[in-house]
């Protein structure tokens, strides 16, 4: 079956609990199961673990297309994916069936990277991961932001390495749920994204070295070559489908709503006009420019990582401008609930400050252009 076919029984739930997933900040549980029974939490894993073995292309494209329905769903699904891909990039050898519980749903997985201390800078953990004398290593760590926190299976933990030489001598754990020593400290009420319980975690677990994904300080390569163009795609992702979404619903309101003392439509006022296209412009290009990327990810092209960079920070950008422009194109109306193009623009505000941020990046991709060490 064709993987946007598989969509066909989530994105109706979705949409349907959008409106509740926000305003009661629930976690999109429905459109989650949903997911995992359409095979779509499998979706770039291999056939081998029971995935569907597509790419960053169709990613991508589902992650989006979610996200114009239920931003807080495709958030939750990012995250997801993420976690699988460097789960699969380096399965832990104390769990070899992790990977294929991640593909079939059993597990829906995430990203404990960002600490209280070392905050948007996810590649400098701050907590350490102490020897105990038999092989397992004691982690305390404070997560400041946890997506899916206590609905996930599977947290992807990061700190320093036993006897670290480095801020980025990092080691990765695939820790279970139902782990000794995990506890969500606080729950997640955001301006937007109110459903996906990005909320803070507390970790003090004895963890064995086999729940480690690859070497002793492999963290910080696994973080770079494969947790940052899959999380940087699937959140560029997530801010063009949101942008999408305001900019439809906005359409489709200047169309359709009317003066009557002057048997006139918004959409008859050339600024509206001239608002509604220039957001569209920017929407077309930059869904080009991650489109391309995308793309350029599959084909393994090495030069790729400067348009990672570039991608993210342009989606989280354009998400902005577009959910901005739909705001103000329709008017009260907007600033109500009922068009959902509110809940869009508040949702659209996280991928900006989602780490790598869009400011991070900007230093990263002028660090690139003018040849200077990114780190
Ligand atoms: C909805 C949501 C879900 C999240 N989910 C997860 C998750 O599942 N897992 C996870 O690990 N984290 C998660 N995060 C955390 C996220 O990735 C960031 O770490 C967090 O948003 C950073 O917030 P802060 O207040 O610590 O930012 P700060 O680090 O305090 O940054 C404040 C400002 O300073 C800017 N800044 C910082 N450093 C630089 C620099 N060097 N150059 C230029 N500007 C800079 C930033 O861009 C930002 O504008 C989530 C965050 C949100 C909002």
Known sequence: ?????????????????????????????????????????????????????AGPVEFVDVTSRLAAVCGSSAMVYLMHVAAAQVVAAAPPPG??????????????????????????????STSHATPEGDGSVRVKASKGWVTSAEFAGLYVLSCLAPDDQSPTDTNLYAVPTGHPGLTVSAGWDGL?????????????AVLDEQQRLGGRGDGFGLMMQVVLPWFSLGNAAVSLGLARGALDAAVS???????????????????????????????????????????????????????????????????????????????????????????????????????????????????????????
Request: with cysteine; glycine share 10%.
């Open 1 to 53: 079956m064709d993987v946007i076919t598989r969509l066909d029984d989530v994105l109706p739930l979705a949409a349907a609990d959008a409106d509740a997933t926000d305003r009661e900040g629930q976690f999109p549980q429905r459109t989650v199961t949903a997911l995992g029974e359409s095979g779509l939490l499998g979706l770039t894993l291999s056939p081998e673990v029971g995935g569907l073995g």
């Open 95 to 124: 769990d070899p069936e992790a990977t294929a519980r991640l593909a079939s749903g059993e597990w829906l997985g995430t990203l404990a990277f960002s600490e209280k201390g070392s905050r948007s800078h996810f590649w400098a």
């Open 192 to 204: 937007g994204l109110r459903g996906n319980a990005s909320s803070p975690m507390e970790f003090d």
């Open 253 to 375: 309101h200047a169309a359709g709503t009317r003066f009557a003392h002057l048997d006139s439509r918004l959409a008859d006022l050339p600024t509206i006009r001239a608002r509604l296209a220039q957001a569209s412009i920017e929407l077309e290009a930059v869904t080009a420019y991650v489109k391309d990327t995308a793309a350029r990810v599959a084909a393994a092209d090495e030069t790729v990582m400067l348009a990672v960079l570039g991608a993210k920070a342009a989606a989280n950008e354009a998400a902005l401008h577009v959910t901005d422009a739909a705001m103000r194109v329709c008017g009260g109306a907007a600033f109500s609930r009922h068009l959902g193009i509110e809940r869009a623009f508040r949702d659209a505000r996280a991928g900006y400050v989602m780490a790598p941020t869009a400011d991070v990046l900007y230093e990263f991709y002028g660090r690139a252009l003018c040849g200077l060490e990114l780190f």
